[in-house]
Structures are given as structure tokens and as C-alpha cells.
T-cell receptor, first 116, second 114 residues
Framework: AQSVTQLGSHVSVSEGALVLLRCNYS??????LFWYVQYPNQGLQLLLK??????LVKGINGFEAEFKKSETSFHLTKPSAHMSDAAEYFC??????????????FGGGTRLMVKP | GAGVSQSPRYKVAKRGQDVALRCDPI?????LFWYQQALGQGPEFLTY????????KSGLPSDRFFAERPEGSVSTLKIQRTQQEDSAVYLC????????????FGPGTRLTVL
């Protein structure tokens, strides 16, 4: 069974500061890893994903994440926070070793707050 | 629009009522997923369709929950005899291929059971 742990349900940073949102996963097979963002009253929007190849992946809005197999981590970073980055962020994992296509297992989410 | 749509966006039901939530996936998408997102939590898998076939319903919390996708496009999630613990946002997602690694999410239906 897969699981995803997001350390810190709330993270607060100042505008212009580094954003670091942590994600650790457990999976019995090489996983696919995702970060989604959710704005209030909206669905989930894909920020970036790791499937194979380069372990540092770049996404939209200046976000990037690095897959570290030895640490079973996929932390999300952004060098400089913007007010518009305030939202809920979800890390998710999927693998192909099940009947449900590429169903996603999500972490509990991290609410990012950006202070002016 | 070209995205996944869901209706209604908000639903208030009295305990014991039946509700039906609709999902219109992106045209041509083979895979369709339903997730349940309780307040302050991440989404949790409910069920999966490949075209009209429901291949996995292991996440449905009870036999009061039923989902269908009879023609392989629109899907309906039905909850019978709603309970307060059913209050959540129900998210639908679709993807183009069975093993596609990107799901496109709808805006969700927020269900409140009084």
C-alpha cells in the first residue's frame, strides 16, 4: 500500500522568501509523483510531476521538485514566494501496480500562507 | 469549455435524503475517477471507470454509495440515505488513456448533510 506524508499542515512565509513544502512517500514499486495546487472552491491543478528520467522537475509558476529515492522524498520549492501562491498544496503518488489505472494517493495537504 | 465539469457545485441535503452528483469528463477521456475530500484533508479515492466499466470500487465507504458511467462518458455518483459523515467535497477527474500519468480535475461538488 502506498502512503504520502506532508510535514506541516500550515506553512507561512514572507513574500519573496523561499518556499519549501515537504513530502515523503512510501511505495512498493517505483512511483509516479505529483504536486497539485488547490485554490479556494476550485479543483486541483497539476503543478508538476515526476515519472522517469531527470529527478529535478520544473513546473508551472516557478515551482520545482526533486525526487530523492534514497530519502523517499519529493519536496516542492520555489525561490521567491508571491502573494498569489497562497493556496493548499497536495503531494500525491501513483503506481501502475493496481487495477485502478493510475489512481492517486494524496497526502493531507499543506496550506501555504504568504505574508506581505 | 474543454475541462471537467461537475454539477451541482453545492448541494445541501437533509439526513436520509438521496443525492446524485454528476461529472462530465473531458471528451474522449477513457479513465474517470471519483475522490472524496473531507474538510481539511486530502482527497481519497472512491472508484474508477475505464470507459463504461467500473474496474475498482474499493474506496466506496459503504453500500449507500453507487457510481455509474453507462455510456462511457458522463458519470453519476449516487449516495442513498445520506449521513452527516458524507459531508465532503466530491471530486471527479478524467485522463485520456488508461495509463496516462495526468488527471484533470473538476471543481468538485460540496455536499453538506444537515
Amino acid at each position: 500500500a502506498q502512503s504520502v506524508t506532508q510535514l506541516g499542515s500550515h506553512v507561512s512565509v514572507s513574500e519573496g522568501a523561499l518556499v519549501l513544502l515537504r513530502c515523503n512517500y512510501s511505495s512498493s514499486v517505483p512511483p509516479y509523483l505529483f504536486w497539485y495546487v488547490q485554490y479556494p472552491n476550485q479543483g486541483l491543478q497539476l503543478l508538476l510531476k515526476y515519472t522517469t528520467g531527470a529527478t529535478l522537475v520544473k513546473g508551472i509558476n516557478g515551482f520545482e521538485a526533486e525526487f530523492k529515492k534514497s530519502e523517499t522524498s519529493f519536496h516542492l520549492t520555489k525561490p521567491s514566494a508571491h502573494m498569489s501562491d497562497a493556496a493548499e498544496y497536495f503531494c500525491a503518488v501513483s503506481d501502475l501496480n493496481n487495477n485502478a489505472g493510475n489512481m492517486l494517493t494524496f497526502g493531507g495537504g499543506t496550506r501555504l500562507m504568504v505574508k506581505p | 469549455g474543454a475541462g471537467v465539469s461537475q454539477s451541482p457545485r453545492y448541494k445541501v441535503a437533509k439526513r436520509g435524503q438521496d443525492v446524485a452528483l454528476r461529472c462530465d469528463p473531458i471528451s474522449g477521456h477513457v479513465s474517470l475517477f471519483w475522490y472524496q475530500q473531507a474538510l481539511g484533508q486530502g482527497p481519497e479515492f472512491l472508484t474508477y471507470f475505464q470507459n463504461e466499466a467500473q474496474l475498482d470500487k474499493s474506496g466506496l465507504p459503504s453500500d449507500r454509495f453507487f457510481a455509474e458511467r453507462p455510456e462511457g462518458s458522463v458519470s453519476t455518483l449516487k449516495i442513498q440515505r445520506t449521513q452527516q459523515e458524507d459531508s465532503a467535497v466530491y471530486l471527479c477527474a478524467s485522463s485520456f488513456e488508461v495509463w496516462s500519468n495526468e488527471q484533470f480535475f473538476g471543481p468538485g461538488t460540496r455536499l453538506t448533510v444537515l
